[in-house]
């Protein structure tokens, strides 16, 4: 089954310890991508990845680091999380940017 | 750069009546246009998208929606509401020089029987 699996689906963590979200695509997409979603704002891109070690910031990218060294994978990592983190993180990938995105589940995020 | 307004955070409307959805953009390039919905505790899924082709576009769930370049919009529209319909809907486009998709707010919709 094609899919955008995400893991942990949930965590509560505390300010300051780091932590790392996975995001894994088994359709052999080029593009992936990760965004936060909050009441009011929608979803807002924190970064993307146009394929292998190729990752460029979206709009909000402060305090968030990613790497794509395998085509699948595109873990999002908090080196230092601070408690406006607390979000909603979705995970999504494509053929190539600007075509149908397929979405992960999500994680929501806590941080205390 | 691109950009999508969906009018309307929330729309409420009973079932078996018409649900309509405004979403309206701006692009310098001819546009992709997309809707997602996104049922409680769930990522988002794709009801339709219009790729310059025709310009009236059919889902899935039985929505549809319309590209009215001359107005700018890309509405979604069901006939008749079901109560399975109750999620939220997002907007996006694909405009710019550079392909990047831009979501709109969101737009919860409420089904009361």
């Known amino acids: 089954e094609a899919q955008v699996t995400q893991n942990p689906r949930y965590l509560i963590t505390v300010t300051g310890k780091k932590l790392t979200v996975t995001c894994s695509q088994n359709m052999n997409h080029e593009y992936m991508s990760w965004y936060r979603q909050d009441p009011g704002l929608g979803l807002r891109q924190i970064y993307y990845?146009?394929?292998?070690?190729?990752?460029d910031k979206g709009d909000v990218p402060e305090g968030y680091k990613v790497s794509r060294k395998e085509k699948r994978n595109f873990p999002l990592i908090l080196e230092s999380p601070s408690p406006n983190q607390t979000s909603l993180y979705f995970c999504?990938?494509?053929?190539?940017?600007?075509?149908?995105?397929?979405f992960g589940p999500g994680t929501r995020l806590t941080v205390l | 750069a691109q950009s999508v307004t969906q009018l309307g955070s929330h729309v409420s409307v009973s079932e078996g009546a018409l649900v309509l959805l405004r979403c309206n953009y701006s692009?310098?390039?001819?546009?992709?246009l997309f809707w997602y919905v996104q049922y409680p505790n769930q990522g988002l899924q794709l009801l339709l998208k219009y790729t310059s082709a025709a310009t009236l576009v059919k889902g899935i769930n039985g929505f549809e929606a319309e590209f009215k370049k001359s107005e700018t919009s890309f509405h979604l529209t069901k006939p008749s509401a079901h109560m399975s319909d109750a999620a939220e809907y997002f907007c996006?486009?694909?405009?710019?020089?550079?392909?990047?998709?831009?979501f709109g707010k969101g737009t919860l919709l409420t089904v009361n029987p």
């Open positions: 990845s146009m394929n292998v070690e190729v990752t």
């Open positions: 996006a486009v694909r405009g710019g020089s550079n392909y990047k998709l831009t």
């Open positions: 999504a990938s494509s053929v190539t940017q600007g075509y149908e995105q397929f």
């Open positions: 692009s310098s390039v001819p546009p992709y």
